[in-house]
């Protein structure tokens, strides 16, 4: 029953989105929400990786309007900076990530604390480094993986999304990485005895994470086109719920990505719905609040069953 | 053997307040105007919100829970003070009584699911955003009047460096280091936040203890929300988000750590007053308010990585 709990979720809100509007089942209507999710999935696949290690990243938000605001001025117009903009943006974000992943296993920083003090450093950076009011767009090829359809009916940034995740379930479920990654995250002291680099093994998954929130950032700087300081505050707690929507544990080692983007799209097509019910602004974050608690809670209540 | 938990933790912050002098000594030397009543005054206003939530937090730390949620609560308290017909019919403190319920209820909501096993981070990030989105049902846009007499109240200034807000921030820190370290209630939170199975095995009703906690929490968002009114006069449904994560920070400067049952509320009280010193001294010396995220963000991690290097715990870290 837990197994199917997240897809259940899932289909009983399409279903009822289906039901208060029939139009928004079409295909191209999916498909474009499926591209709206696009950014939030790949942040959360990052998140994924740390929660499933047994750690957490709060730094995911400030690391996406960092990445934002850095794509918009270095590209600033000009298509052809993009390439160099893109790797400049994700070398930094795996510079961030291995910080994060290096000062948590190996400085003894709480996971919590590192990620928070990090999320405040590089959003002071952003600030700093815009002065406050940011500057410049993107061109070029980010519009295009943001905006175009392949033969004009499957979006770009739908295919990407799709890559991405087939590269990380690769990594999770087809190599050594993966299984060490579910050791660590299921019990760190027995697979230090085990003989895994259960340092290395966090820290590449912080960088990981930081690499993806990144892409997640370029990506929605495509959708946006223009800089903004604040563009990313949302996402750490939406990065986190879709995780936790999935099913996964933040004790670590348990947890399927599959699940996790199912978690993220739970929480689109709610906020979907939402918007064809013409709920506003604040009405979403009482829906989406009480969602969170509401599922988080049933998850405890299946545990309690299992035991 | 008596077992005297204030006296350790007393103790054991005595470095902090060794800093937070440090600090003081520093910036009245660097800045002609520090150390001058009114600044002083100054500081100790805009502490006083910050020192509330920090308080209530403690104890959620101590559980090795957090309480992402107190922003917003203060944030509502605001909003709710701010609504100018229900005055109208329940007279000027009419209001107060409402958000005190409320925070009560929000309080007993969190410890309750996280008795029950949801994640603090994921209960607390969720009761945010429920609460967030009634603030801001209530308030769409910064506005509206408060009371001039509860407004008027909560600014009050007493002459030299004393103000109501201050000492009602004092007040408090002092109600709840007194719950905290003097009464069996703040034993059980220590025992609670240790080993929470032991505990049960012990017959503690960790339950309660744990709701209690939130409560608490939630309900210093709510004064702390009452000090933010004394300063905008106004509702505001984003005001107070800085708190939830200041008031972690000031925990964590406080030498509470997230392993539960170690810390206690005179480290909380030399960590907010480090960080509004600090955050004082930044602006009399003219460094633009953006370096004060990065500074905030390093001070809370050197200080942890600081506070776990000293400690006794580091071998167990290390395995």
Not at chain 1, 244 to 251: E, P, R, V, W, Y
Not at chain 1, 274 to 302: D, N, W
Not at chain 2, 244 to 260: M, R
Request: net charge positive; proline share 2%; charged share 10%.
């Amino acid at each position: 029953m837990k197994e199917w709990t997240p897809y259940i979720l899932l289909g009983l809100l399409i279903a009822v989105l289906g039901i208060f509007s029939p139009s928004s089942m079409h295909i191209s209507h999916l498909l474009t929400v499926l591209a709206q999710a696009a950014p939030l999935i790949i942040v959360a696949i990052g998140q994924s990786f740390v929660i499933f290690v047994g750690g957490i990243d709060l730094s995911v938000g400030s690391v996406i309007s960092l990445a934002n605001v850095l794509a918009c001025s270095l590209i600033s117009g000009d298509a052809s900076r993009t390439g160099t903009t893109i790797l400049i943006c994700l070398a930094v974000g795996l510079a961030i990530g291995t910080v994060n992943g290096f000062a948590i296993s190996y400085g003894f920083i709480p996971d919590f604390v590192m990620t928070l003090g990090m999320g405040a450093v590089i959003q002071g950076v952003t600030y700093i480094f815009t002065k406050g009011s940011p500057v410049g767009n993107v061109e070029g090829f980010l519009l295009t993986l943001a905006n175009d359809r392949f033969l004009g009916i499957i979006p770009w940034s739908v295919i990407f999304v799709a890559l991405v995740f087939a590269l990380a379930f690769f990594m999770l479920n087809g190599t050594r990485y993966g299984r060490k990654l579910y050791a660590t995250g299921g019990n760190a002291t027995a697979a230090v005895l085990s003989g895994i680099n259960v340092r290395l093994v966090k820290t590449i998954a912080y960088a990981i994470s930081g690499v993806l929130s990144v892409t997640g950032g370029l990506l929605l700087s495509g959708f946006v086109r223009v800089a903004s300081v604040g563009i990313g505050a949302d996402y750490v707690l939406y990065s986190i719920a879709a995780v936790i929507l999935g099913g996964a544990s933040f004790a670590g080692g348990i947890g399927k990505l599959q699940n996790s983007i199912v978690g993220a799209l739970t929480l689109v097509f709610l906020t979907n719905l939402l918007t064809i019910l013409r709920v506003g602004q604040p009405g979403k974050f009482i829906v989406q609040g009480s969602v969170i608690i509401a599922i988080a809670y049933l998850y405890v209540t299946m545990k309690g069953e299992n035991q | 053997m008596k077992f005297n938990s204030s006296y350790i933790f007393v103790k054991r912050s005595i470095p902090l307040y060794f800093i937070l002098l440090g600090i003081f000594v520093v910036a009245s030397a660097s800045t002609d105007h520090f150390f001058t009543s009114e600044n002083i005054l100054n500081v100790l206003v805009q502490l006083s919100p910050l020192l509330v939530v920090a308080c209530g937090q403690t104890f959620v730390v101590l559980l090795q829970g957090i309480d992402i949620s107190v922003g917003a609560v203060a944030s509502l308290t605001t909003t709710v003070l701010a609504l100018g017909s229900f005055e109208h019919f329940f007279g000027a403190w009419g209001p107060m009584f409402l958000i005190v319920v409320l925070g009560v209820a929000i309080g007993f909501l969190n410890g309750l699911m996280i008795y029950k096993g949801v994640t603090p981070i994921i209960m607390t990030l969720g009761s945010s955003v429920l609460v967030k989105g009634i603030a801001l049902g209530l308030r769409p846009i910064p506005g509206g009047n408060v009371s001039f007499t509860i407004a008027e109240f909560f600014c009050k200034e007493l002459g030299w460096i004393f103000s109501v807000p201050f000492l009602i921030s004092i007040t408090w820190f002092s109600i709840l280091a007194f719950l905290l370290h003097f009464t069996r209630f703040g034993k059980y939170v220590y025992a609670t936040g240790a080993d929470r199975d032991v505990s049960n095995k012990a017959g503690i009703n960790t339950m309660k203890i744990t709701i209690l906690a939130y409560i608490l929490s939630s309900v210093s968002g709510v004064l702390a929300g009452l000090l933010l009114v004394g300063q905008i006069w106004s509702g505001d449904a984003l005001i107070g988000e800085k708190l939830s994560l200041d008031s972690v920070t000031a925990v964590l400067v406080g030498g509470t750590t997230f392993e539960g049952g170690v810390g206690g509320l005179f480290g909380t009280l030399a960590g907010a007053f480090i960080l509004s010193i600090m955050s004082n001294v930044l602006n009399m010396m003219n460094i633009f308010s953006y370096y004060q995220y990065v500074i905030k963000g390093l001070i809370l991690i050197f200080s942890i990585f600081l506070s776990l290097r000293l400690s006794s715990r580091k071998e167990k870290s290390i395995r």
